[in-house]
């Protein structure tokens, strides 16, 4: 057998936190085999980006293929590891893996469990994303998408959804809802600066006046808030078509309304704001009201899949509260509360450990952080000799289509040719059944 001895271990999911957290380990000398459930790697930064910012998504995609060369790193797409998946974690532990790094991202939806979460018109916006991403099988569903849009929450996710509403869907009215005050919008200048143009103004400064007294008794300056919005009108892209852009502050969604399963209204309460804990909290005034919108987006952030089969709580992975091997002030290692004790060879990284935590650069910086308090662990071990053959021959054993860093390259290479034949800036096939089709995946040997 060529290999020699080396620190034997298992990344779960290809985005920014497994690459960079893959990439520290096997520069560090380990034996690192990536497990994708998705085709591609990128995660987020190739299926959450928003599709025309080609010049950002294609930065991402050459770090990721640079990590990707280091010899010391297999990859292995379309296949799923879970409590549901393809393979279990225990059949890692049993393929020799010393430690196993879970970077799967937060793939389950955060919903609030409202009255009417289940009508035609009524979605998340992970999943719109996914889908105008093009990312197999969300690329495949229908939205109905009318003409009058509420979007719940107000971060760059939210900007993005009313960007595509107003570009795309070419809705006539596009609405924000945001539990809190305009101080307290999460979305950065620069993401403003894409939709504001299309923001009714007039609105603006109505709904500031209708605010007003709420931030005033908790002594909230006003012109905090409207620097926060308004501040990305020095630098707006043109205006795009006719779409009516506006906010509803110190609002919270109640229940969605419907006739015959489909959406016509979004009921919603005022808010006050309160000072607890050092912090200001949202509180219902009771005062209720109704929203004639035919489509309602919950951007409020993500969750982890339950069914992955690590113990979770509030959205997230649950951690050791008493890290072994802490980096920066933090943990990373999962941790049992049944046993009340850590999951000796598991690390979680990137949104895995922290739901919606930070962008692109966040991720890549926590899975490294992630992978340097594997390798602290690893030190407590000796080092094996890792047995590919036995992966391959497990993953062989799986009879379906799995693909390799080569397939990767061969697929880049398809989608650009196309794009170029078809005289577009980007191309890229909407289904898994396409992609494996193209590059002639097969089962691994």
Same mark, same amino acid.
């Given at each position: 057998?060529?290999?020699?001895?080396?620190?034997?271990?298992?990344?779960?999911?290809?985005?920014?936190?497994?690459?960079?957290?893959?990439?520290?380990?096997?520069?560090?000398?380990?034996?690192?085999?990536?497990?994708?459930?998705?085709?591609?790697?990128?995660?987020?930064?190739?299926?959450?980006?928003?599709?025309?910012?080609?010049?950002?998504?294609?930065?991402?995609?050459?770090?990721?293929?640079?990590?990707?060369?280091?010899?010391?790193?297999?990859?292995?797409?379309?296949?799923?590891?879970?409590?549901?998946?393809?393979?279990?974690?225990?059949?890692?532990?049993?393929?020799?893996?010393?430690?196993?790094?879970?970077? %799967?991202?937060?793939?389950?939806?955060?919903?609030?469990?409202?009255?009417?979460?289940?009508?035609?018109?009524?979605?998340?916006?992970?999943?719109?994303?996914?889908?105008?991403?093009?990312?197999?099988?969300?690329?495949?569903?229908?939205?109905?998408?009318?003409?009058?849009?509420?979007?719940?929450?107000?971060?760059?996710?939210?900007?993005?959804?009313?960007?595509?509403?107003?570009?795309?869907?070419?809705?006539?009215?596009?609405?924000?809802?945001?539990?809190?005050?305009?101080?307290?919008?999460?979305?950065?200048?620069?993401?403003?600066?894409?939709?504001?143009?299309?923001?009714?103004?007039?609105?603006?400064?109505?709904?500031?006046?209708?605010?007003?007294?709420?931030?005033?008794?908790?002594?909230?300056?006003?012109?905090?808030?409207?620097?926060?919005?308004?501040?990305?009108?020095?630098?707006?892209?043109?205006?795009?078509?006719?779409?009516?852009?506006?906010?509803?502050?110190?609002?919270?969604?109640?229940?969605?309304?419907?006739?015959?399963?489909?959406?016509?209204?979004?009921?919603?309460?005022?808010?006050?704001?309160?000072?607890?804990?050092?912090?200001?909290?949202?509180?219902?005034?009771?005062?209720?009201?109704?929203?004639?919108?035919?489509?309602?987006?919950?951007?409020?952030?993500?969750?982890?899949?339950?069914?992955?089969?690590?113990?979770?709580?509030?959205?997230?992975?649950?951690?050791?509260?008493?890290?072994?091997?802490?980096?920066?002030?933090?943990?990373?290692?999962?941790?049992?509360?049944?046993?009340?004790?850590?999951?000796?060879?598991?690390? %979680?990284?990137?949104?895995?450990?922290?739901?919606?935590?930070?962008?692109?650069?966040?991720?890549?910086?926590?899975?490294?952080?992630?992978?340097?308090?594997?390798?602290?662990?690893?030190?407590?071990?000796?080092?094996?000799?890792?047995?590919?053959?036995?992966?391959?021959?497990?993953?062989?054993?799986?009879?379906?289509?799995?693909?390799?860093?080569?397939?990767?390259?061969?697929?880049?290479?398809?989608?650009?040719?196309?794009?170029?034949?078809?005289?577009?800036?980007?191309?890229?096939?909407?289904?898994?059944?396409?992609?494996?089709?193209?590059?002639?995946?097969?089962?691994?040997?």
């Amino acid at each position: 057998m060529s290999e020699t001895n080396a620190y034997f271990v298992a990344v779960v999911g290809a985005g920014p936190s497994g690459i960079f957290g893959a990439r520290e380990l096997a520069t560090q000398g380990a034996r690192v085999v990536i497990f994708n459930r998705d085709i591609k790697p990128g995660g987020l930064a190739e299926y959450g980006v928003y599709p025309n910012k080609h010049k950002m998504k294609e930065g991402f995609r050459k770090q990721f293929r640079q990590a990707l060369t280091n010899p010391n790193i297999t990859y292995y797409g379309n296949l799923k590891v879970g409590a549901q998946g393809d393979l279990t974690l225990d059949d890692l532990r049993s393929l020799g893996f010393q430690a196993i790094l879970v970077t %799967v991202g937060a793939q389950g939806t955060k919903w609030l469990g409202l009255p009417g979460e289940d009508l035609e018109g009524v979605y998340h916006a992970k999943d719109l994303v996914y889908h105008y991403n093009k990312l197999p099988p969300f690329s495949e569903k229908k939205f109905r998408l009318g003409k009058r849009c509420a979007i719940i929450g107000a971060g760059n996710v939210m900007l993005d959804i009313a960007y595509y509403m107003i570009h795309d869907v070419k809705a006539e009215e596009v609405i924000a809802v945001v539990r809190r005050g305009p101080g307290e919008v999460n979305f950065t200048k620069e993401e403003m600066t894409r939709t504001i143009a299309n923001l009714d103004l007039a609105a603006f400064e109505a709904e500031m006046q209708r605010v007003l007294p709420a931030l005033q008794a908790v002594n909230q300056d006003p012109e905090l808030g409207r620097h926060k919005v308004l501040d990305a009108l020095s630098r707006a892209e043109p205006r795009f078509g006719s779409t009516r852009f506006r906010f509803e502050f110190l609002t919270s969604p109640i229940q969605m309304l419907g006739e015959n399963g489909v959406l016509t209204k979004l009921e919603v309460e005022d808010n006050i704001l309160v000072a607890k804990d050092g912090s200001l909290k949202s509180r219902g005034t009771g005062n209720k009201r109704t929203l004639d919108v035919d489509t309602v987006i919950f951007a409020i952030g993500d969750r982890i899949d339950d069914s992955f089969g690590l113990p979770s709580d509030s959205n997230e992975f649950i951690k050791s509260p008493s890290p072994r091997f802490p980096i920066e002030g933090t943990s990373y290692e999962a941790f049992d509360p049944k046993a009340n004790a850590p999951i000796p060879d598991v690390f %979680v990284g990137g949104w895995a450990r922290k739901a919606s935590e930070g962008l692109v650069g966040v991720a890549r910086k926590d899975g490294t952080n992630a992978s340097k308090a594997v390798w602290q662990y690893l030190q407590t071990k000796q080092p094996v000799v890792p047995n590919l053959e036995a992966v391959a021959e497990k993953i062989k054993s799986l009879g379906k289509q799995i693909v390799t860093k080569e397939d990767i390259q061969k697929l880049e290479a398809l989608e650009a040719a196309e794009a170029q034949k078809r005289g577009l800036e980007e191309f890229k096939f909407a289904t898994n059944e396409e992609m494996l089709q193209a590059i002639g995946a097969t089962i691994t040997a």
